[in-house]
């Protein structure tokens, strides 16, 4: 199973988290941004429904999926403020 990890540091003038290279919206704080991680975090363990996915490839050919609605990723939030989790 994937794990996806939310890091929370100082962003744009404030404080946010990101995915990757994604940001969130600004928070004035490191508290709210910190909760607001975590919040994301929790959401992503909430079961979806089962679903037929269509998307089209590079070369123009669709690709049909099925994706598991209960088939959620582990979370972790990290602090790099703190430099721990």
């Known amino acids: 199973m994937a794990t996806i990890t939310y890091h929370v ?11 990757g290279d994604v940001w969130s919206e600004t928070y004035p704080d490191h508290d709210s941004a910190l909760a607001a991680a975590k919040s ?4 992503q363990h909430i079961e979806g429904r089962d679903a037929e ?8 050919r669709w690709q049909t ?5 209960g088939d959620r990723p582990d979370t ?3 602090d790099d403020e703190q430099g721990n989790g």
């Open 65 to 69: 999926e099925h994706a598991d609605g």
């Open 53 to 60: 996915i269509s998307y089209q490839l590079a070369d123009g």
């Open 40 to 43: 994301a975090a929790q959401r």
């Open 76 to 78: 972790e939030v990290v």
């Open 9 to 19: 540091s100082e962003h744009d003038g404030g404080f946010g988290y990101r995915l």
